[in-house]
């Protein structure tokens, strides 16, 4: 397995916070810029997996945003994971460890196959944190939101899933009552 450094691994989603300047969460867009800034100084590599290609979909974005991913694709802090078998097998076993049993002896999937190839994808580089919003479950689609995967694949893997880590981004300054900047 390759080693990438320093760096985070993206889930698709966190491309589209960044493109849409989408706040979900109180803080996280701005601990996703952040993330921007260092990656722009060249201090931070970002990867994801090749799938993103196909989930950042143009149709929901404008020209700007379009322009804005391709021009983040050609940094060469910037990498892509491509999919292979060893990548694909991984994804099968953590979708088998996530299925649910149906009343007919068969198992139903709780993590999509996107989700399974992003994880699975971010451990076979040692990645140490995959970040996403994905955290909440649905229900009514029978899945799992990421974030919930997070306690065995830091046990198993060394890799947490998380939301971006809105704790400490703020710095008080005490010479002026402790005001946040």
């Known amino acids: 397995m390759a080693t990438l450094g320093e760096a985070v691994y993206w889930d698709s989603c966190i491309f589209y916070a ?3 300047g989408e706040e979900h969460r109180a803080g996280e867009l701005g601990v996703i810029r952040k993330q921007v800034a260092e990656f722009d100084a060249g201090s931070l590599v ?3 997996s ?3 290609i196909t989930e950042v979909m143009p149709s929901k974005l404008t020209d700007e945003q379009v322009d804005l991913f391709m021009k983040m694709q050609e940094r060469s802090n910037f990498v892509f994971i ?3 078998p060893q990548i694909a097998l991984l ?3 953590l979708r088998d460890q996530y299925a649910k049993p149906k009343g007919d002896g068969t198992m139903t999937p709780t993590l999509t196959t996107p989700d399974a190839i992003h994880v699975a994808s971010a451990i076979a580089v040692n990645m140490s944190q995959l970040i996403t919003l994905d955290s909440n479950d649905k229900p009514k689609k029978g899945e799992l939101g990421l974030t919930k995967l997070s306690p065995q694949t830091e046990r198993d893997y060394n890799l947490k899933i998380i939301r971006p880590d809105t704790k400490g981004q703020f710095e008080m300054d005490v010479s002026d009552g402790g005001q946040r900047r």
């Open 18 to 20: 960044h493109l849409k």
């Open 46 to 48: 970002i990867a994801t």
């Open 50 to 52: 090749v799938i993103t």
């Open 82 to 84: 491509e999919t292979n």
């Open 91 to 93: 994804a099968v076993k």
